[in-house]
Nanobody, 127 residues
Framework: QLHVVDSGGSLVQPGGSLRLSCAAS????????IGWFRQAPGKDREGISC????????NYADSVKGRFAISRDNAKNMVYLQMNNLKPEDTAVYYC????????????????????WGKGTLVTVSS
């Protein structure tokens, strides 16, 4: 059975940085595109970034473009989300998800496309 495990959430001050990790259990993460999503209290789940299985293409939501960077190390079966210059409005539960989806400058941030989800990791940005 495929399991995706997201981790790395924490309390961080505004302007700080954090790196989230996405690991796979029971399958090879390198076969799948990976998406990162977040959901703040009372808000819909938002797609914020994706990366193709090879890592050759990525996509970012406007809300995080220039501050967040997605990357992957298929040899380690890991995907990362580096988050810089964090703002209070970035506070949310962050999820990674895997599936065979198209990820490019116009696609890949729709949560309906992904079947395999982590349980989420909480990021709180506050002073």
């Amino acid at each position: 059975q495929l399991h995706v495990v997201d981790s790395g959430g924490s309390l961080v001050q505004p302007g700080g940085s954090l790196r989230l990790s996405c690991a796979a259990s029971g399958f090879t993460l390198g076969y799948y595109a990976i998406g990162w999503f977040r959901q703040a209290p009372g808000k819909d789940r938002e797609g914020i970034s994706c990366i193709t299985n090879s890592g050759s293409r990525t996509n970012y939501a406007d809300s995080v473009k220039g501050r967040f960077a997605i990357s992957r190390d298929n040899a380690k079966n890991m995907v990362y989300l580096q988050m810089n210059n964090l703002k209070p409005e970035d506070t949310a539960v962050y999820y990674c998800a895997a599936d065979n989806v198209v990820c490019d400058e116009r696609h890949g941030l729709e949560y309906e496309l992904y079947d395999y989800w982590g349980k989420g990791t909480l990021v709180t940005v506050s002073s």
